[in-house]
C-alpha cells in the first residue's frame, strides 16, 4: 500500500519560513512527477508547485521567487520551502505522486493526508 506522509506545516507570522515534506512509502517503483497542492477555506483546490522526475519545475505565478520544490528520489520525498510568508498563504498544502508500482502497466495518482500552513501575526 503505497502511503504519502506530509509534514512540516504550522503557524508563522507573515515573512517567515517553513519547509514541508512529503515522504512516499510502499511498493513503489518509480515515481514520475510529484506536487504541492493547496485548498484555503471556501476555495478549491489549486496547483502549487510541480517537478518532473529529471528535476523540472513549474510554479504558480502567486509563489514564484518565493516558493521552491525540490526532491529526493533516493528518499521518495518531496519538498516546498515556502519563504516570505504571506497571510494569503494559509492553507492546508497537500502532496501528490503520480507512480508506477510493481506488476502495474499504469501510473498510479497518490495524495498526501494534507498539512495545515497558517500565516497570521
Known amino acids: 500500500q503505497v502511503q504519502l506522509v506530509e509534514s512540516g506545516g504550522g503557524l508563522v507570522q507573515p515573512g517567515g519560513s517553513l519547509r514541508l515534506s512529503c515522504a512516499a512509502s510502499g511498493s513503489i517503483v518509480s515515481i514520475n512527477h510529484m506536487a504541492w497542492y493547496r485548498q484555503a477555506p471556501g476555495k478549491q483546490r489549486e496547483l502549487v508547485a510541480t517537478?518532473?522526475?529529471?528535476?523540472?519545475?513549474n510554479y504558480v505565478d502567486s509563489v514564484k521567487g518565493r516558493f521552491t520544490i525540490s526532491r529526493d528520489n533516493a528518499k521518495l520525498t518531496v519538498y516546498l520551502q515556502m519563504d516570505i510568508l504571506k497571510p494569503e498563504n494559509t492553507a492546508v498544502y497537500y502532496c501528490y505522486a503520480n507512480l508506477r508500482e510493481p506488476l502495474s502497466f499504469y501510473s498510479a495518482s497518490y495524495w498526501g493526508q494534507g498539512t495545515q500552513v497558517t500565516v497570521s501575526s
Open positions: 517537478i518532473t522526475s529529471g528535476g523540472s519545475t
